[in-house]
């Protein structure tokens, strides 16, 4: 098993008056998909705004590539090599695609050859490449945030739920994204509630439940496991593709 990129260790976060991380304890390994999953509520988003930097950690540790993060600002976090893509897509809706695209790359102008990578999935992008991003759909919109967050090398990418709302052409193209990133050594945690498009990708799993990590494991054996499906999940992942 590839060693720990990034490590939570007992991390608590408060939201106001809400105490919603309870004592979080979560390895993510380099160069896997680790799936973070759980019921509405379970904490789950909280999780990746903790490690982003956007919520503090009101107790615990959060290491990522042997750096302590746990105090970090978000740039400072960013810069460490971790991108994130939020549930709400995060672009910029009166920039154009091009716009969007280039205030991601830190060096000022994306990579060409990279640019081409990115449209051989999402070709929308390139059609679209002087529009608005607030005209595109909302397909295309969460192809144009995750291409911001993949338009230069990162180490570790979060993603919430970025099949919601998808067809399933698209789909296809983020599994086949995905799978590539995977192997030019991009490590991926991925908040998602469609199971078969986690099934097909996924290393590891870890299954939250009121703010806490109740299950963590390989996720080709919780997919062959109804019975713990049923008992960390309240369903199977059979009736959830």
Do not use: C
């Amino acid at each position: 098993m590839s060693e720990a990129l990034l490590t939570l260790t007992g991390v608590h976060t408060h939201i106001g008056q809400y105490h919603i991380l309870q004592g979080v304890d979560l390895t993510v390994r380099r160069g896997e998909l680790t799936v973070l999953l759980g019921r509405n509520g379970a904490g789950k988003t909280t999780t990746l705004r903790t490690i982003m930097g956007l919520w503090k950690a009101s107790r615990g540790g959060l290491v990522f590539d042997g750096q302590d993060i746990t105090r970090a600002s978000t740039p400072d976090i960013a810069t460490a090599g971790i991108a994130y893509v939020p549930e709400n897509m995060g672009i910029f809706s009166d920039l154009t695609v091009r716009e969007n695209l280039l205030l991601a790359a830190r060096a000022g102008e994306p990579d060409a050859q990279r640019l081409e990578w990115i449209f051989g999935f999402f070709p929308a992008l390139k059609k679209f490449w002087n529009q608005a991003a607030g005209t595109l759909s909302g397909g295309q919109k969460q192809m144009l945030a995750i291409a911001r967050a993949i338009v230069e090398p990162r180490k570790l990418l979060l993603v919430d739920e970025p099949t919601k709302g998808l067809a399933p052409a698209i789909i296809q193209s983020l599994i086949t994204a995905f799978r590539e990133l995977k192997g030019m050594e991009t490590t991926i945690l991925l908040v998602e509630q469609n199971f078969g498009f986690v099934r097909s990708l996924g290393d590891s799993v870890a299954v939250m439940d009121d703010g806490r990590i109740v299950h963590k494991g390989r996720m080709a054996e919780l997919a062959e496991d109804r019975d713990l499906q049923q008992s960390l999940l309240g369903l199977s992942l059979d009736a959830h593709q």
